[in-house]
């Protein structure tokens, strides 16, 4: 059974740090895309980073590039999303999904594309 956990999340101050954990079963993570996504209240769920499981390049929107970064353990079967420098406005519920194989061009923040999700985990920026 496929299934993924995210973990990590919670309140912290503007510019503190939060990693957060996509724990994955039932599948080995590496041969998959693995995105990240976000979704805020009133607001559609978007992506903003994706790893891809072909040679692991790593992928990300505008909004958090240079604060944000995905990686991967492949032997513990787990993408991470360290987030840096947190703003407000990254207040939002967090989600990671999954697709076999590589994904391309804007489809890695397409959420039509992937195939398996997460529960997701509430990150709130606020003093």
């Known amino acids: 059974q496929v299934q993924l956990v995210e973990s990590g999340g919670g309140l912290v101050q503007p510019g503190g740090s939060l990693r957060l954990s996509c724990a994955a079963s039932?599948?080995?993570?590496?041969?998959?895309?693995i995105g990240w996504f976000r979704q805020a209240p009133g607001k559609e769920r978007g992506g903003i980073s994706c790893i891809s499981s072909s040679d692991g390049s790593t992928y990300y929107a505008d909004s958090v590039k240079g604060r944000f970064t995905i990686s991967r353990d492949n032997a513990k079967n787990t993408v991470y999303l360290q987030m840096n420098s947190l703003k407000p406005e990254d207040t939002a519920v967090y989600y990671c999904?999954?697709?076999?194989?590589?994904?391309?061009?804007?489809?890695?923040?397409?959420?039509?594309?992937?195939?398996?999700w997460g529960q997701g985990t509430q990150v709130t920026v606020s003093s």
């Open positions: 999904a999954a697709r076999f194989g590589p994904l391309y061009g804007s489809s890695r923040f397409d959420r039509s594309y992937y195939n398996y």
């Open positions: 039932g599948f080995t993570s590496h041969y998959y895309s």
